[in-house]
């Protein structure tokens, strides 16, 4: 990677160099853990062989980066070793599924296995001589069959996995069960089904508790857990959700909402987040989410930095205790590189006001803020029932006067403003309640013109009796990942300023409403770097 590179992040996962997409396998075993990753080792660009990449850490902030755990090497892999999952088997032995583009170019399954389970980083994987143990079934298409789940067992004993599928315009999720990991059934009837809306891909399937923030195992089955199912929609790029009941008797998921195709869909982020994957950290009983954070800057760009594609920071989640919604919150660990600490306490903040947050290194920066409102009646009106978030959004929303909000942050500003990402909030009233748009835009992100500058958003239901609301914001230099209310929602943002980098990067809260607003709390912390190093160089400094 060249020198001096300001949008280059200091405390988000990235390859040294090149290309990444899919976070594969993230797993915790016996005391380290370990996230492998879809890489191009030749270059920036999604290319022809990609391996899975493989890293370690004892934090998941500070990582040691290791050799490949698998490259293409055999006639069912040999064109890729695409995306994919770990599951822990008995006696403790961890097992990775993953996709094969094959010498055809056809999409199999395939088993690999740690050489030596006494070697801590698991460093080498062996792929089972029986490989591909999985074909796509027909009705599929042999080259759109990919990205196995993390594998849960039932009660029968039975392995089950469900992997991405399609046919023609209709996405498909395939149910599988083996019973000893190698000799795979494929079930005839999809798991999930969905009809013109394209490649279902990266699925995930995974129980959450009903009280209560702890993560569960992948197998836990009882009457105090709901099940998620995750897809990633090709077509869209986005990250769609559905809460249910799994009846295991049936190999039923029977979803509490169906797919609508608008805004009321739910999305684990509204933002640049795709192709994400969860997994149970039994040391700290949480489930926690990893996605890849997409460039929004051109090839070219890529190219001459070296690099493309990062990771989000690792995510908990959890079952919000209305039942109806998942809930994300950073993991405590990124708190460690806190360092310099600013605060604002009980300010106004008049209608029409911008006041900048000074004394941090507004380029890397966690911040957290607590608004508090003004009496809900006043909000505006909006009607009808079905609102385009995104187009109430549209460009320089942010600097057009409401009456409630906007209100919220201007994150990687230069001084005069020209450059910044609005990350706000507004209210309104409609017929059935009081709303929230929760929005972010990067309309004005950056001077350059051949960016992809997009406007994101959604809406939320809140309660008429509401006092505050709260908004998170973790920046690093081309990245932006914001938790409304407490992780109800998130939007992640990807912005190259031109201006607004380094020292000349500012930090401002900003009310354009007619309504006044407070700033009940603002805390916000430099951020130290976290450490990224091979492995020789770590040990030596240790
Ligand atoms: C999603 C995806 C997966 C595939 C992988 C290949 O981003 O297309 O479906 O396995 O990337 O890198």
Request: glycine share 6%; with cysteine.
């Amino acid at each position: 990677v060249p020198e001096n590179q300001p949008h280059r992040t200091c405390y988000h996962f990235q390859p040294p160099h090149n290309w990444m997409n899919d976070p594969n396998g993230p797993m915790y075993y016996k005391g380290v853990y370990h996230f492998f990753y879809q890489h191009n080792p030749f270059g920036p660009t999604f290319g022809k062989i990609m391996v899975w990449a493989h890293s370690v850490s004892y934090d998941l902030i500070n990582w040691i980066h290791l050799k490949h755990a698998l490259e293409p090497s055999e006639p069912y892999d040999i064109n890729g070793c695409y995306s994919g999952s770990v599951t822990i088997l008995s006696e403790e032995k961890p097992a990775i599924l993953y996709t094969g583009n094959d010498n055809n170019k056809n999409q199999v399954q395939n088993l690999a296995m740690p050489k030596n389970l006494s070697d801590p980083y698991l460093r080498e994987w062996v792929k089972h001589s029986q490989n591909p143990v999985m074909v796509a079934p027909s009705g599929i298409e042999m080259d759109n069959f990919r990205d196995p789940t993390t594998a849960w067992k039932g009660n029968d004993g039975k392995w089950r996995v469900i992997i991405g599928a399609k046919n023609g315009d209709d996405g498909k999720v395939i149910l599988c069960h083996s019973e000893d990991f190698v000799h795979w059934i494929l079930d005839p009837i999809p798991f999930y089904a969905i009809d013109n809306y394209g490649m279902c891909e990266c699925p995930d399937f995974f129980p959450v508790s009903i009280c209560g923030t702890n993560g569960v195992d992948t197998s836990v089955q009882n009457s105090s857990i709901r099940h998620v199912l995750k897809l990633s929609y090709q077509n869209e790029q986005q990250e769609h959700y559905f809460l249910g009941k799994y009846q295991p008797d049936q190999e039923n998921f029977m979803t509490d909402t169906k797919f609508t195709g608008t805004s009321l869909d739910l999305k684990l982020d509204y933002g640049a987040f795709y192709a994400s994957k969860t997994f149970f950290d039994y040391a700290k009983k949480r489930r926690i989410l990893w996605g890849w954070v997409q460039e929004s800057d051109t090839t070219k760009d890529d190219i001459e930095k070296g690099w493309a594609g990062l990771q989000s920071i690792p995510r908990q989640v959890w079952l919000d205790k209305s039942g109806k919604q998942l809930m994300q919150w950073p993991i405590e660990e990124v708190e460690k590189l806190r360092d310099k600490q600013v605060s604002i306490l009980g300010k106004k903040l008049i209608g029409g006001s911008t006041l900048q947050v000074s004394g941090i290194t507004a380029s890397q920066v966690d911040v957290e803020v607590l608004f508090e409102l003004p009496e809900l009646e006043s909000a505006e009106w909006l009607d009808g029932n079905e609102v385009d978030p995104e187009l109430l959004c549209s460009e320089e929303y942010a600097s057009k006067s409401g009456t409630i909000g906007p209100f919220g942050l201007l994150a990687l500003a230069s001084e005069d403003l020209t450059e910044k990402t609005a990350i706000f909030f507004r209210i309104y009233r409609t017929p059935n309640g009081y709303k929230c748009l929760m929005c972010s835009d990067e309309s004005r992100s950056s001077l350059r013109q051949d960016l992809n500058k997009r406007t994101y958003a959604t809406t939320f239901d809140i309660d008429p009796n509401i006092k505050t609301i709260s908004l998170r914001s973790l920046i690093d230099r081309s990245i932006i990942e914001s938790f409304g209310e407490e992780g109800r929602v998130c939007l992640t943002n990807r912005v190259y300023p031109s201006l607004a980098i380094d020292k000349d990067a500012h930090l401002y809260v900003f009310n354009n409403g007619t309504q006044t607003v407070f700033i009940s709390k603002l805390n916000a912390w430099s951020m130290k770097h976290a450490e990224f190093g091979y492995e020789e160089k770590i040990e030596n400094i240790n």
